[in-house]
């Protein structure tokens, strides 16, 4: 979803940085072999996501919603060299792909995958979390929310995508839209959340930034 006109968003995308070459492969790999190519981030969001983690520079990394692993080569762009990035997915048929860019990187050593329900792996994580991607299942954003909560530091930034939702957010909502409905319920949540400072930027399909106090 763009909400900018199309030359508006084509100009931002040609005066940002380059897409590497392997995330190019993976993108190409992804639209020739995989249902619903579309949730991949993208070049755009990517190098997003990349300039966001480099600012960060975290040391430990979570990623809820790896699909064929684009966002999380990005994020992977700013971890510290002894950093990890754990990623968790319900498919496990995307696992293969996505081990196989991800030994590609570089970074293959430092990222650990994890397929299953996300409500269930979460709470079997140790480690602190600098920063986590939220991009899954949008009726359990709220659910990963308070589950991530206690395994963040102060100063921690959680991502969050597709909180505009293809504009459904400001439309009359179906009753049968439990996607919406819950996206509403999580937005509202971030931004009155007393342990979260929070900004939505209207990036792609929405991406809010939000920090813990």
Not at 74 to 97: F, H, W
Not at 129 to 158: C, T
Not at 201 to 206: A, E, K, T, W
Request: hydrophobic share 40%; glycine share 6%; charged share 25%.
């Amino acid at each position: 979803m763009h909400f900018l006109p199309e030359n508006i968003d084509q100009y931002a995308i040609d005066h940002s940085g380059e897409e590497p070459k392997l995330l190019q492969q993976l993108t190409r790999e992804t639209w020739q072999k995989v249902l619903a190519p579309r949730m991949s981030s993208g070049h755009y969001q990517g190098r997003v996501l990349s300039m966001i983690s480099k600012l960060i520079q975290p040391k430990n990394i979570l990623e809820i919603g790896t699909f064929t692993g684009y966002a999380a080569l990005c994020l992977a762009e700013g971890m510290q060299a002894k950093g990890s990035l754990d990623t968790i997915d319900s498919n496990e048929e995307l696992y293969d792909i996505q081990r196989k860019y991800f030994d590609a990187s570089g970074y293959g050593v430092q990222i650990k995958q994890h397929t299953g329900n996300a409500l269930d792996i979460i709470p079997t994580l140790t480690k602190t979390f600098d920063l986590v991607f939220i991009d899954a299942d949008k009726s359990n954003y709220a659910n990963y929310l308070e589950l991530l909560l206690p395994k963040l530091r102060s100063g921690a930034v959680i991502l969050s995508d597709n909180v505009l939702w293809s504009g459904k957010v400001v439309e009359k909502v179906n009753p049968k839209d439990v996607d919406t409905k819950a996206l509403l319920q999580y937005n509202k949540m971030l931004k009155e959340h007393p342990k979260l400072e929070t900004v939505l930027l209207p990036i792609r399909d929405g991406l809010t930034i939000s920090r813990v106090k």
